[in-house]
DNA sequence: AAAAAGCTCAACCGCACGTTA
DNA sequence: CTAACGTGCGGTTGAGCTTTT
């Protein structure tokens, strides 16, 4: 954990603005003690105000973005989950840069640590890749490639955790690709009134919030269509393949794959221009299993 | 070991919009 | 009606840290 700036330096008395004898750049203790016991107090609100009743040499602005960034106390710390990261793909391609409005539904995450998200790792993927983030083609990419991705993740994650704690024996046998995931999974999520949902031959799988409750459902899949292509009505995004696009498997039966030129044209030859692998492993925090991607892209 | 490059994220800025006097 | 003020938002910056060369 990157140590706070306060506790990096003194402050220098050029901090101290000569227009209004404002103070400006990192906060200190102090500053920070003030601003949380003058809130505890009288509550928030009124920031200009409050920053001159609290005593200090701040701007009202800077007080409410201190506050809200980082004193508040319903922060949530540390990484962003795999959930936490498919919500923000998900409602990024539905809303745009609404960053206020995407951090909505991710209770305890600021507008702040999302865009910076967005800029510091998807966007730079998006160049990696010679891609506009907002074009088409990277849209799908997110949609047919990463979203899916993490969906699995997910699920390895809330699987690896029931055999460790279930089963002492011999380590389980690698994790089978996508999707076939046990019925009833359940991971939690921040409310959001969105439905992300996988499709393949075998079994349809789904990551639902409903403002009160979260839950990622597997369950039985209903017959794939002919075009196995559609996606994203009102509240639900369905993740498909063409039923013709299957790929051997080393861990046995035939598995699918999320990614076709049919679907995405131009996306193939993307990957087999930069390879798959190093792009989960820097976006999503991959180790070992982007084997995942080298055996279906057959890298 | 040191310099360079890359990355993260707290904080600031300008603008838009709503509220108040 | 309107000017001033308060608030919130998205974009940008830069200090400090980490990784690479």
Known sequence: MKMAAHDQREVSSEEESAAGDLRRGPWTMEEDLLLVNYITANGEGRW??????????????????????????????????????????????????????????????????????????????????????????????????WMPRLLERIHSDSSSDV???HDGGPPPPPPPLLPAWPVDD????????????????????????????????????????NDGSSYSNNNTLTLCQPPHTEYPSQLGGAETCWSDESLVPGLTGVYADLGMPDLGETMWGAGADDLWYTQIMGL
């Open 48 to 145: 200009n105000a409050l920053a001159r009743c609290a005593g200090l040499k701040r701007t009202g602005k800077s007080c409410r973005l201190r506050w809200l960034n980082y004193l508040r106390p319903d922060l949530r710390r540390g990484n962003i989950t795999a959930q936490e990261q498919l919500l923000i793909l998900e409602l990024h391609s539905r809303w745009g840069n609404r960053w206020s409005k995407i951090a909505e539904r991710l209770p305890g995450r600021t507008d702040n640590e999302i865009k910076n998200y967005w800029r510091t790792r998807v966007q730079k993927h998006a160049r990696q890749l010679n891609c506009d983030v907002n074009s088409q083609q990277f849209k799908d990419l997110v949609r047919y490639f």
């Open 163 to 165: 055999v460790t704690a």
């Open 186 to 225: 359940m991971v939690s999520l921040g409310p959001a009134d969105v439905e992300l949902s996988c499709t393949t031959a075998a079994s349809s799988s789904s990551l639902s919030t409903d403002g009160t409750r979260q839950q990622l459902v597997v369950s039985p899949s209903p017959p794939l269509t």
